[in-house]
């Protein structure tokens, strides 16, 4: 059974760094972030692959954020920096028992979210 769990959003001004933590269980390939501002789609920010760690990152947060993952912890890291208020929204950790880019439709499972708000 697949679990995920998010923690470390908040309040940031803007050029702040914030570090989102998602801590995970089951057998998972591909994890991913995806974020979500009122109004708006959801959208894909980054994926790694869990065992060969292959990064893909959209354009938008190329540069500033960056994905890491602790095996031994089962955890998934994503560094935050130089955010903008357009990188408010709620973030959720998303995880495929399959090689998958970064499209939701291919992410079964699904965390409950934490909230970015990044002010100016």
């Known amino acids: 059974q697949v679990q995920l769990v998010e923690s470390g959003g908040g309040s940031v001004q803007a050029g702040g760094s914030l570090t989102l933590a998602c801590v995970t269980s089951?057998?998972?390939?591909?994890l991913a972030w995806f974020r979500q501002a009122p109004g708006k789609e959801r959208e894909g920010v980054a994926r790694?692959?869990?065992?060969?760690?292959?990064?893909l990152y959209a354009d938008s947060v190329k540069g500033r954020f960056t994905l890491s993952l602790n095996n031994a912890k089962s955890t998934l890291y994503l560094q935050m920096n130089s955010l903008k208020p357009e990188d408010t929204g709620m973030y959720y950790c998303?995880?495929?028992?399959?090689?998958?880019?970064?499209?939701?439709?291919?992410?079964?499972?699904w965390g409950q979210g934490t909230q970015v708000t990044v002010s100016s």
């Open positions: 790694i692959y869990r065992r060969a760690h292959g990064t």
């Open positions: 089951g057998y998972i390939y591909s």
């Open positions: 998303a995880a495929a028992t399959t090689a998958e880019d970064l499209q939701a439709k291919d992410f079964p499972y």
